[in-house]
């Protein structure tokens, strides 16, 4: 409907009364005809329609306003007349809109258009779109009349409030579901124009992206939903339910923004498998090894659900038999209880013949699952001190101060001859394996490689001999043991308490740190123990009456237990170490010394001609013997 226009009708002596236009045939129904209405001045008696453009006019859509981006929601018309004032049809007018700045675009981005007006004299453009600037302007236009053009203007605002500017997550990301199951949460985003308020109504897409065969499905089985922002500004998508296939993925959720680009943000997601259906033994499930050694193999399993995926961070229990023929984990004993990993696998720690052979079968078991998965082993005899594995990175000391350095430690040297005024007792190395301290009976310390000399006891006039040495974590520092209980500190090495004064019912034979430095162990020859600092008292030997004195204490990598070890090479395992096996008819007596491994899961017992019998994942001696018999202590390199 063209808009009203008001037309004066003084000319027709009707004063003071309107007609509202188009005005067709008025003259024939006010009895006058022939005569003539125009717009503006009262029309003259007699005067036509003349059909030649003298003016031209917005007719609609001056003053709106519309975010940027977005169409402005009425179309921009104006309207041509004659010098009669009546309407002029098919007469082209030219939008012009500004080129830079605030402006907008018609159809096909174009800042002009030319429409030709109606029966009515009214030209309507084509919808117009707020670019992205913001601000006010003024699109033109214009009619020509042979030497004569007129000019209409629309003031028009483009404005950023409302319009997108950002998209945010606002909740939903990094989560998990089992597969079939559905996600905690919902994902939503906020959507916020220029100045940090909400937008509302606004279609914000999420779609799932799948990665590998995962993925998921919104409520109604769809990968896409559309969700309308509410009056806070958030979207927030249906329910979500994971798919059938294990792994992370992504879901995007994308809204045109007031620059004509789209935004995005990215949720990621994971299925996980769902609950423990079935296990499996990997390629260890039948082997031997000898006795007192690491089988070759590592014990391990899978774990898969329903539809076969692995199932990640379950626990799985390891079990040995608790008599005769059977093995130890490492750090564990008889029972080993460890995490599947992201592939489903769990691997049991390194698992050791125990002393007796024969055949046994171990078994791995997961909540859940009725089956078990089996490992059949075998103990086969063992004739001698070496086994399978790399020769053992550890140093051998003699009582007058010979190194022997074994598989990749280096010797660093050894006590000159003309300098030892006292039998070696102890050694020690320094925490990077490049370095070693020799300890005296007489309480000399001597130096070797980038080991320190932080000083000795020796001039204190000693109530007993020194009998060990012990380095702290940073090998910055040591303390010196004596048979008496006495602890004499050096460097960084704390004081945490000594048996000195307790009337010892045996001599002390050896000192142990705690991984941490913060505590030691003393041994005593009829197998007591005496703790100090963070050292915990984890068991001990002197009430089992034993045949042949204690001559050697090692800490577990823990801290939470040792090892104690007999002249007649018997070993026994406190707290958190592991019994890994014994010398008795492997090497010759008396034993001296119990070398720990690096990572703990084994360790060798050193016989006093050199030779060296490995447990655990303690590879082959292969260091030289010494017919003498004067082997008296050892180290393990880093």
């Known amino acids: 409907m063209p808009k009203p226009r008001t037309l004066k009708l003084a000319a027709l002596g009707l004063s003071g009364v309107t007609l509202l236009a188009p005005v067709v045939a008025v003259g024939a129904a006010l009895g006058v005809v022939g005569a003539a209405l125009s717009a503006g001045p009262a029309l003259a008696a007699g005067q036509a329609c003349t059909g030649t453009v003298a003016g031209v006019s917005a007719y609609g859509g001056a003053g709106q306003v519309a975010k940027v981006g977005e169409s402005f929601s009425s179309p921009l018309e104006a309207e041509v007349v004659d010098t009669g004032g009546c309407p002029v049809?098919?007469?082209?007018?030219?939008?012009?809109?500004?080129?830079?700045?605030a402006s907008g675009v018609f159809p096909g981005g174009d800042t002009t258009v030319t429409i030709a007006t109606g029966t009515n004299g009214v030209a309507s453009a084509p919808t117009f779109t707020a670019n992205s600037v913001s601000g006010s302007y003024s699109v033109t236009a214009t009619v020509d009349s042979g030497s004569s053009q007129y000019t209409a203007t629309f003031q028009l605002t483009n404005t950023t409030v409302g319009a997108v500017s950002a998209l945010n997550v606002s909740s939903g990301n990094d989560q998990s579901a089992h597969i079939g199951s559905s996600f905690a949460s919902p994902l939503a985003v906020s959507v916020v124009d220029a100045y940090g308020d909400p937008v509302t109504g606004t279609p914000v897409a999420f779609t799932v992206v799948t990665d590998d065969g995962a993925g998921a499905s919104f409520a109604g089985g769809g990968s896409t939903a559309t969700v309308d922002t509410n009056a806070s500004g958030i979207a927030t998508s249906p329910a979500l339910t994971a798919g059938s296939t294990v792994g992370p993925f992504t879901v995007t959720a994308s809204v045109s923004g007031s620059n004509g680009n789209t935004s995005m943000v990215t949720f990621s997601l994971t299925d996980l498998a769902g609950t423990p259906d079935a296990i499996a033994a990997g390629v260890g499930t039948s082997q031997s090894a000898e006795l007192g050694t690491d089988f070759p193999v590592p014990l391990a399993v899978t774990v898969t659900d329903a539809d076969g995926n692995d199932v990640a961070g379950v626990s799985v229990v390891f079990s040995a038999p608790t008599s005769g023929p059977s093995g130890v984990f490492a750090d564990a004993g008889d029972k080993a209880s460890v995490l599947t990993n992201s592939d489903g696998v769990a691997t049991a720690p390194d698992f050791s013949a125990n002393e007796v052979t024969g055949g046994y079968v171990v078994t791995a078991e997961v909540g859940g699952v009725s089956t078990l998965a089996t490992f059949a082993l075998v103990n086969s005899p063992r004739s001698g001190a070496n086994v399978p594995g790399p020769s053992g990175a550890y140093w051998l000391v003699t009582s007058k101060g010979q190194v022997f350095a074994s598989g990749s430690a280096k010797s660093y040297g050894s006590l000159p001859a003309k300098e030892q005024s006292s039998p070696v007792v102890g050694m020690a190395a320094t925490a990077d394996g490049r370095g070693y301290w020799l300890a005296t009976a007489n309480g000399k310390v001597y130096s070797f490689g980038d080991a320190v000399n932080y000083g000795s006891p020796a001039a204190s006039h000693l109530a007993a001999d020194i009998v060990g040495i012990a380095a702290t974590p940073d090998g910055k520092g040591y303390w010196l043991a004596a048979a008496d209980g006495?602890?004499?500190?050096?460097?960084?090495?704390?004081?945490?308490?000594?048996?000195?004064?307790?009337?010892?019912a045996a001599k002390v034979?050896?000192?142990?740190?705690?991984?941490?430095g913060k505590g030691y162990w003393l041994a005593a020859s009829d197998g007591g123990i005496f703790n100090y600092g963070d050292a915990t008292f984890a068991g001990s030997a002197a009430n089992l009456h034993l045949a042949n004195p204690i001559v050697g204490v090692a800490a577990a990598p823990t801290g939470k237990g040792y090892w104690l070890l007999s002249s007649g090479g018997a070993v026994y395992a406190y707290g958190s170490a592991t019994h890994f096996g014994r010398i008795q008819g492997l090497v010759p007596s008396p034993a001296r010394a119990l070398v720990r491994t690096s990572d703990g899961f084994g360790y060798w017992v050193v016989s006093a001609n050199g030779t060296a019998a490995g447990f655990g994942d303690a590879g082959g001696q292969g260091s030289p013997t010494v017919a003498a018999k004067t082997v008296v202590a050892g180290a393990g390199a880093a």
Do not use: E, Q
């Open 486 to 504: 006495g602890v004499f500190n050096y460097g960084d090495a704390k004081f945490y308490g000594s048996a000195a004064k307790a009337h010892l």
């Open 509 to 516: 034979t050896g000192i142990a740190a705690t991984p941490d």
């Open 89 to 101: 049809a098919n007469a082209d007018v030219i939008f012009i809109a500004p080129t830079s700045g």
